[in-house]
């Protein structure tokens, strides 16, 4: 009942058993933010039975090291499901890794493809992949008070992080607001990318009481600029 930065996957024909999947971090009381799976007939009443959660386990030498910030993506192609989830290293830097489930259930082996991005302040990832393009934003938020959200794209996941990416342009940024997590999936039959991007107070670490959060939903035709 602690769903934190959920990401829910809605299937029309049911996947594996369920229409609504949701791969979450539950947080205030487990211990930051390690990744759940669960899964919905209806979308209100969630079920993990027949799934080792936490799927991805608290890393060694926490709290220097913890996971946080999930995204789910399916790819049709392959029927297989794709859960991404932010990595902070004791170093200081930021990881992104993924792992792959067929069943709903159980889950391969975590890839990273994203690897010490420098200093703690990069937040959530967002995947989905358009033709035989992989396209990836991040959410940093080093230069705060200015956010900033950037998109890569490559032919494959593990090369994403060898693009030189493109800075977003977002319409309509809340006065006095930075953003903070974003989901964002593209939409075939109008051919255009959907984003709901989440703005949190601009000096703030994300955390309570000083977030006083906004939701803003936007469109784009090229992963760049937003209204």
Do not use: M
Request: net charge negative.
């Amino acid at each position: 009942d602690q769903f934190a930065h959920s990401s829910i996957w809605y299937f029309p024909t049911a996947w594996n058993g369920a229409k609504y999947y949701n791969w979450y971090t539950p947080y205030p009381s487990e211990a930051d933010e390690n990744p759940y799976l669960a899964y919905s007939s209806d979308g209100i009443t969630w079920d993990d039975s027949g799934i080792s959660n936490p799927l991805v386990p608290q890393p060694a030498n926490y709290p220097s090291n913890y996971n946080s910030d999930t995204d789910f993506w399916y790819d049709s192609e392959t029927d297989t499901a794709y859960l991404f989830w932010r990595y902070k290293n004791q170093a200081g830097n930021t990881d992104f890794f993924y792992v792959k489930s067929g069943d709903g259930r159980t889950v391969s082996d975590s890839t990273k493809i994203f690897s010490d991005l420098p200093n703690d302040e990069w937040a959530s990832i967002t995947v989905e992949k358009i033709d035989t393009l992989y396209h990836a934003w991040i959410v940093t938020i080093k230069d705060r008070p200015t956010y900033r959200l950037f998109h890569y794209q490559a032919e494959t996941l593990e090369t994403l992080e060898l693009d030189s990416p493109d800075t977003c342009v977002l319409d309509d940024v809340p006065a006095g607001k930075g953003i903070w997590h974003v989901s964002i999936k593209y939409d075939s039959i109008y051919d255009q990318l959907i984003g709901i991007f989440n703005f949190t107070d601009a000096t703030s670490s994300g955390t309570a009481p000083n977030q006083n959060g906004l939701q803003r939903f936007a469109t784009s035709l090229d992963g760049v600029n937003w209204d």
